[in-house]
């Protein structure tokens, strides 16, 4: 099964192999006004899950019957559309549009990742320059020599392991999220452990 697609209504898919998933995909959960990228890129919506206030009427009343509307602003459209994927079961799920056009919007939605990851373990995101994924414990990644790697701690007290990396950490806490960017892949995987949290991982294409 192809993985689910949440595309959020910032900075839309531009790389071939994103356009190809989402072209793919049996499931597109669109985050409110996305769905309206979505349709000029020539594909619907499987739903269209937020509190509708970016939503234009007309496609209010088309897509009416894939709606759901979340009224509470306790939680953004993404983690809306999140919560609307784990209920219906979706295990593996990629976050699309989450990152652009807004600064704000993009620091919370990359945090929130390591949040999203506690309930569903097969996600990340995957934006026009890299792929962020999430380590809690121990995970061996895929990479090439001379890829750009940075890891970032959102917890300060996280102990974090990394081989393969030109920069090696052994037993580091990442206590700014300067600490662990600009870093470079050895060779072919890299290994990743952390104690006590988790990291982000972000690798560029």
Not at 5 to 11: D, K, P, S, T, V
Not at 33 to 42: D, I, P, T, Y
Not at 75 to 85: E, G, Q
Not at 199 to 204: D, E, M, S
Request: with cysteine.
């Amino acid at each position: 099964m192809s993985p689910t697609i949440i595309l959020a209504n910032g900075e839309f898919p531009r790389k071939p192999g994103l356009l190809h998933l989402l072209r793919q995909a049996e499931h597109v959960v669109c985050c409110d006004g996305a769905a309206e990228k979505l349709l000029n890129f020539g594909r619907e919506p499987s739903v269209i899950v937020g509190d509708m206030d970016s939503l234009s009427p007309s496609l209010k009343e088309l897509y009416a019957d894939r709606i759901i509307t979340i009224d509470e602003q306790e939680t953004n459209d993404l983690t809306k559309a999140v919560n609307y994927c784990e209920r219906a079961g979706y295990r593996q799920i990629i976050l699309m549009g989450a990152t652009g056009i807004r600064e704000d919007h993009t620091l919370g939605n990359i945090s929130l990742l390591v949040d999203y990851s506690l309930r569903i373990e097969d996600i990340c995101m995957q934006t026009n320059y890299g792929r962020i994924d999430v380590v809690r414990h121990y995970k061996q990644l895929q990479s090439y020599p001379g890829q750009q790697i940075s890891l970032f701690a959102i917890d300060p007290s996280t102990i974090v392991n990394a081989e393969g990396l030109k920069y090696p950490l052994i037993d580091r806490r990442l206590t700014n999220w300067w600490q662990g960017s600009l870093n470079e892949a050895l060779g072919s995987t890299f290994e990743i452990r952390t104690q006590k949290g988790a990291v982000l991982v972000y690798r560029t294409d």
